[in-house]
């Protein structure tokens, strides 16, 4: 995606919000979701980020792309790049979730909203409050207090 003066805040907004999910995938051994990479079990990995994500979001919100990628180099940890997509009401996010030994990451690779307005903060605002609307309630929680990945 061509990054623009709101690219950051949606990151962010993308990020806070798959926190939880990006840690439930860092669970996961490292060697198993590259050699799932490498031999395009995609099934597979399109069960582990439904497995993930349905203790956080709604079916179908959260679900495995069209692929991902790995680096694993003698000596270096293995890091895992894993496509995403984020559906909530309104919008499609396409994004890349790198997972690390110790930390994740995301980036956007696009946003597609269903009936884009013509302010960008609009748009924003429909995203954020998109993915609130998709998420799981805890129970006695007055916010979600979700962070970005660690």
Known sequence: MRKCSYSAQRERIVAEAIGPV????RLLDAADLVSLLRFECYGNLADLVA???ELYFLPGTVVFGAGGDYKLDWGDQP???LDLELRPRGVTVYARLQLGNERAGLEITHVAFD???ADPDDN???LA??????QFKRLGSPS???GAAA
């Open 22 to 25: 990006a840690s439930e995938l």
């Open 51 to 53: 497995s993930a994500a």
């Open 79 to 81: 890091e895992v790049t």
């Open 115 to 117: 009936d884009p307005m």
């Open 124 to 126: 924003t605002a429909l």
């Open 129 to 134: 409050a998109s993915l609130r609307e998709s």
């Open 144 to 146: 979600l207090g979700l």
